[in-house]
């Protein structure tokens, strides 16, 4: 099982609608949950960050995380063309006591939002 | 805040030489930095992690001897790719983590594609 499963895609949505981005991770233990979008050819962008169960709104993003089913999604409202790139979860996992913890990646979610 | 910078954003080599990527965390200080690698349409690769004033910790496969990392300050971390060949071409990209209360957060810097010909 890998650490942090993503769904490849590619997610088409038209502009406008919702955008829902699912990720799942393996480590019971994980606290920190993040999202980064990475536009072709770019480096990733940090977008959310979320510790908590329950829901984290940003602008037209939400975060939602729930511990007891190792989920956590992203909410993009009113989708715009410009919103088109990869969007990659991450998931902080406790690799040993001295070098802190690790970001593992998911292998990214391709949206495409097509006017 | 939380900037972090590349230097080169892209450099061309000739097979046999060496490049030097450098990390910076222009406005925090980071005890440690990322390492990763990324292939055109595949995922981040983890190459090594960076601590400041010690070795870096290299990720299972990757060539310690060839892919040089100095974390010499708080917000300088350089990668040295040695010997570099054409399969060493990819896109390479540094993080630089910040510590908080609960949880560290990693930025990433814009990158530094590599092209050894």
């Known amino acids: 099982q890998k650490e942090v499963e993503q769904n490849s895609g590619p997610l088409s949505v038209p502009e406008g609608a919702i955008a829902s981005l699912n990720c799942t991770y393996s480590?019971?233990?994980?606290?920190?949950f993040f999202w980064y979008r990475q536009y072709s050819g770019k480096s990733p962008e940090l977008i959310m960050s979320?510790?908590?169960?329950g829901d984290k709104e940003d602008g037209r993003f939400t975060a939602q995380l729930n511990k007891a089913s190792q989920y956590v999604s992203l909410l993009i409202r009113d989708s715009q063309p410009s919103d088109s790139a990869t969007y990659l979860c991450a998931v902080n996992i406790l690799k040993a006591m001295e070098y802190g913890n690790k970001l593992v990646f998911g292998a990214g979610t391709i949206l495409r939002v097509k006017s | 805040g939380a900037v972090v910078s590349q230097h080169p954003s892209w450099v061309i080599c000739k097979s046999g030489t060496s490049v030097k990527i450098e990390c910076r965390s222009l406005?925090?200080?980071?005890?440690?930095m990322f390492w990763y690698r990324q292939f055109p349409k595949q995922s981040l690769m983890l190459m090594a992690t960076s601590n400041e004033g010690s070795k870096a910790t290299y990720e299972q496969g990757v060539e310690k001897d060839k892919f040089l990392i100095n974390h010499a300050s708080l917000t300088l971390s350089t990668l040295t790719v040695t010997s570099a060949h054409p399969e060493d071409s990819s896109f390479y990209i540094c993080?630089?983590?910040?510590?908080?209360?609960?949880?560290?957060?990693?930025?990433f810097g814009p990158g530094t594609r590599l092209t050894v010909l």
């Open positions: 406005d925090f200080q980071a005890t440690t």
């Open positions: 480590d019971r233990g994980s606290q920190s």
């Open positions: 979320i510790y908590s169960n």
């Open positions: 993080s630089a983590r910040t510590s908080g209360r609960y949880t560290d957060t990693q930025y």
